[in-house]
C-alpha cells in the first residue's frame, strides 16, 4: 500500500486537534500510572541502595528475573488484548467475555509455572550473574540478599496477573483512569510499606530486603482488589462483566485464533525479556560493579521510558479500536502521526535524562567506581532514547492488527540474534568496558528503525482479526 497524498510529512506533523485530543485523553492516565509507579519504584530501589551495594545488587538480579515472568504476563494478556481492543471497537460484548475468561486461566497458568521454575532454579540462575571484578561487592552476601528477597517475591506473582487482567481489558477498552488510580494507590502502599519494613519504623522490625519484598506483594493485592472491585460493581460501563463467569467456556475457533495471534506475542516477550536478561548477564562479566551501576542506570532511564513506552500502549489502543469499527481508510496515517507523536517526546526526555545523569547516581550508598560507570551508562541510554522510541512506535502498530509472527521476528528473533550474540562475542572475547560494550549493542538498534519502518510502510498489518465462527 503507498502512502497517500494525505499522508504526506506535513499531514503527519500538522494533524488536526481532535486527533491530539484523542491521545491525550488516552496517553496521560497511562503515563501518569507509569510515571508514579516508575518513580515509586526509584525510590524503592533508592532505599534499598541506601543499604549498601550488595543488597542493592542481589534484589537487581532478582528483579532481572522476575523481568521476564512480568513481560510473560504482559505479553500473553496483550495477545488476547489485541482481540479485546477490536471487539470493543465493534460492540460485541460476548467476544470480550469470550477474551477476559481466556486472559484469567493463561495468567494463572504463568503464574504458577513462574513460582515453579524460580522455587526450583533460583539459585543457580542468580548465581549466573556474579562474577569477580573490579573492586565493588560481596559474591556470598549478594547470593544470601538476594535469596531473601526472591523468596517473598515469589507470593506476588498471582495477584499481579489477576491485577493486569482487568487492568489490560480496562485499558483496551478506553477506561484509563481507573487502573491508573489503582496503580497509583498501590504505589504508595509500596512506598509506605518500604519505608515501615526496610528500616524499621513505627515499631516494625528492619527487615532490608525482605521488608521491600513484603511491602511490594502487598501493593500487588491492594492493585487487584482495586480493579476487580471497581470492574464488578460498574456493570454499565462494563457490560462485558454480565455472565463472564457464567462458565469459563470459550469456543474453540476463538481459542485457536488466540493461539494463532497471541502465542507468537507471548514467545516474544518471554524471548525479548530473557534476551534483556541475558544483556545483562554479558555485562555482569566484568564484575558486581557492572551490575551496580547497570541497576542505577536502569532505575532512572526506566522512569524517563514510559513516555515512549506509554505511547506504544495508546497505539495499540487507538489503530486496535479503529481497525475494530472498521475505519481502515486513513489508519496509517494515524499510525505515523503516532509515530512523530512519540518521537518527539522521546527527545525531549531523552535531553532530561541526559542533563541529570551527572548527579543520580550520588544518591546511591556504593562506590566511586560504581557511580562513575553508571553515569556514563545514562548518557549513553540519553542518545538512543529516540531510537529506542522508533522501534517501539513500529513494534505496536504491527501488533495492533494481529501481525505477531511479523513482531516476534520483529523483536525477539533480533534481539538473539543480533543484540545477544554480539554482547556474548564482546564480553567473552574483548577487553572492552562495559560501557564501551553497551554502546556498541545500543547501536544495532539502528536497523530494527529501518526494518520496522519498511513493515509499517508496506501496510500488510491492516486487518480485523475478531471474526468467529460461533454465535449464542
Known amino acids: 500500500m503507498s502512502i497517500k497524498t494525505s499522508e504526506k510529512i506535513k499531514d503527519v506533523i500538522a494533524a488536526p486537534r481532535e486527533f491530539y485530543v484523542l491521545v491525550l485523553k488516552v496517553a496521560v492516565p497511562i503515563m501518569l500510572q507509569n510515571g508514579i509507579t516508575n518513580f515509586v519504584n526509584m525510590l524503592d530501589n533508592i532505599m534499598v541502595g541506601r543499604i549498601g551495594t550488595d543488597a542493592m545488587s542481589g534484589v537487581s538480579i532478582v528483579n532481572q528475573l522476575l523481568f521476564v515472568y512480568y513481560l510473560c504476563i504482559f505479553g500473553g494478556l496483550a495477545g488476547i488484548g489485541i482481540f479485546t481492543a477490536q471487539f470493543w471497537g465493534k460492540g460485541d460484548m460476548r467476544g470480550m467475555r469470550y477474551t477476559v475468561r481466556a486472559k484469567l486461566m493463561l495468567g494463572a497458568v504463568l503464574a504458577v509455572l513462574g513460582c515453579a521454575l524460580l522455587l526450583v532454579a533460583g539459585k543457580p540462575l542468580i548465581g549466573a550473574f556474579l562474577h569477580e571484578g573490579g573492586e565493588t561487592g560481596d559474591i556470598a552476601e549478594t547470593m544470601r540478599q538476594a535469596r531473601m528477597y526472591l523468596n517473598v517475591m515469589l507470593v506476588g506473582l498471582f495477584p499481579m496477573a489477576l491485577a493486569n487482567v482487568y487492568s489490560s481489558t480496562l485499558r483496551e477498552k478506553g ?175 531523552g535531553a532530561v535524562l541526559f542533563a541529570v545523569s551527572p548527579y543520580f547516581p550520588g544518591i546511591y550508598n556504593t562506590t566511586e567506581e560504581v557511580k562513575t560507570l553508571a553515569h556514563r551508562l545514562l548518557m549513553i541510554s540519553a542518545v538512543f532514547t529516540p531510537v529506542y522510541s522508533f522501534s517501539n512506535s513500529c513494534y505496536f502498530t504491527l501488533r495492533s492488527g494481529g501481525k505477531t509472527l511479523i513482531t516476534f521476528l520483529f523483536d525477539s528473533c533480533f534481539c538473539w540474534a543480533i543484540s545477544v550474540p554480539a554482547a556474548f562475542l564482546l564480553s567473552r572475547f574483548t577487553g572492552l568496558s562495559t560501557e564501551n560494550m553497551f554502546f556498541a549493542v545500543q547501536t544495532l538498534e539502528l536497523i530494527k528503525n529501518v526494518s520496522g519502518l519498511v513493515l509499517v510502510h508496506r501496510g500488510r498489518w491492516i486487518n480485523d482479526i475478531t471474526k468467529y465462527t460461533e454465535k449464542g
Open 175 to 349: 477506561q484509563t483512569v481507573v487502573p491508573m488510580a489503582a496503580g497509583v494507590v498501590a504505589v504508595l502502599v509500596n512506598l509506605a510499606g518500604n519505608y515501615i519494613l526496610i528500616y524499621g519504623k513505627f515499631g516494625a522490625p528492619a527487615l532490608g530486603v525482605r521488608g521491600a519484598a513484603a511491602a511490594t506483594v502487598i501493593s500487588r493485592f491492594v492493585e487487584a482488589l482495586i480493579v476487580v472491585i471497581w470492574t464488578h460493581s460498574h456493570p454499565k460501563e462494563n457490560p462485558f462483566v454480565k455472565g463472564c463467569y457464567s462458565s469459563l467456556r470459550v469456543p474453540a475457533d476463538l481459542i485457536k485464533s488466540f493461539l494463532r495471534k497471541g502465542m507468537p506475542l507471548l514467545v516474544n516477550e518471554a524471548l525479548w525479556s530473557a534476551g534483556m536478561t541475558t544483556l545483562v548477564q554479558c555485562y555482569s562479566v566484568r564484575g558486581l560493579t557492572s551490575v551496580a551501576a547497570l541497576n542505577i542506570s536502569n532505575t532512572l532511564s526506566n522512569l524517563f521510558n514510559i513516555v515512549f513506552l506509554s505511547m506504544g500502549s495508546v497505539t495499540a489502543i487507538i489503530l486496535g479500536q479503529r481497525l475494530g469499527a472498521g475505519k481502515t481508510h486513513d489508519i496509517k496515517l494515524y499510525a505515523y502521526r503516532l509515530m512523530f507523536v512519540s518521537l518527539v517526546l522521546s527527545v525531549a526526555t
